[in-house]
């Protein structure tokens, strides 16, 4: 009996864990918040892309890119926010043409690098 009160209760340690991660907060395409989740079974992805910076929100810590086609993650040109840290973002002003890097992990895409 004891045994399977403990695998009851490792069960339920688990699942709260799980949805403790679903309440987490992170930064979201909008339109886009549909894909998060797939985000357990989806790798996390990185590519590279050039674009024009078209805004920066350091409220959110989003900025707004306007990109060419990145065939690694099958997106054709579009204009979108990623999540990116203030640090990443000193010397750049919207208006800048951009060489970046960034993760796509579900539906969230971070900035891994950024330079003019
Ligand atoms: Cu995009």
Redesign the pocket.
């Known amino acids: 009996m004891k045994l399977t009160l403990i695998a009851v209760t490792s069960t339920v340690f688990a699942l709260s864990l799980s949805a403790h991660a679903e309440d987490m907060p992170g930064m979201k395409m909008d339109g886009m918040e549909g894909m998060q989740m797939k985000q357990e079974t989806t790798q996390a992805l990185v590519a590279t892309a050039e674009g024009t910076i078209k805004a920066i929100d350091p409220t959110k810590h989003t900025v707004t890119i306007s990109?060419g086609a990145?065939p690694a993650v099958q997106?054709p040109p579009?204009t979108?926010a990623f999540s990116v840290t203030q640090d990443q973002l000193t010397g750049l002003i919207a208006g800048d043409r951009v060489t970046f890097s960034f993760r796509l992990d579900g539906s969230k895409?971070t900035i891994v690098s950024i330079k003019k």
């Open positions: 990109h990145i997106w579009m979108m895409a």
